[in-house]
């Protein structure tokens, strides 16, 4: 019983730890803000957007796509995606800067 109780209290440390790290280059390589160049003046609204789990990551990543369209010409404006991670273990009680 000892052995399973040190086995398991590490894990959520772990998980943080490494999820940390891919969580952060996934961010870097998806933060992109894309903005049409005749945005300027134009009244937006935010299209509903489902959000999607990335595939191939060690944690629960979920990528919420926010676009925002012309209410005249319904054209794409402004678009970005917010990602965020689904806390197994600590439920994110381990915050990094």
């Given at each position: 019983m000892l052995?399973?109780?040190f086995i398991i209290i590490p894990l959520p440390v772990i998980d943080e730890?490494?999820?940390r790290h891919q969580f952060l280059e996934i961010c870097e390589k998806n933060s992109k803000v894309q903005i049409a160049v005749d945005t300027k003046g134009s009244t937006?609204?935010?299209i509903d957007t489902p959000a999607e789990t990335i595939k191939g990551a060690v944690m629960n990543?979920?990528?919420q796509p926010w676009v925002f369209k012309d209410v005249k010409s319904q054209e794409e404006k402004i678009s970005f995606n917010?990602?965020?991670r689904v806390?197994?273990?600590?439920?994110g009680s381990l915050v990094f800067p």
């Open positions: 052995i399973l109780f730890l490494i999820a937006v609204y935010l990543i979920r990528m917010v990602f965020m806390a197994e273990y600590c439920q």
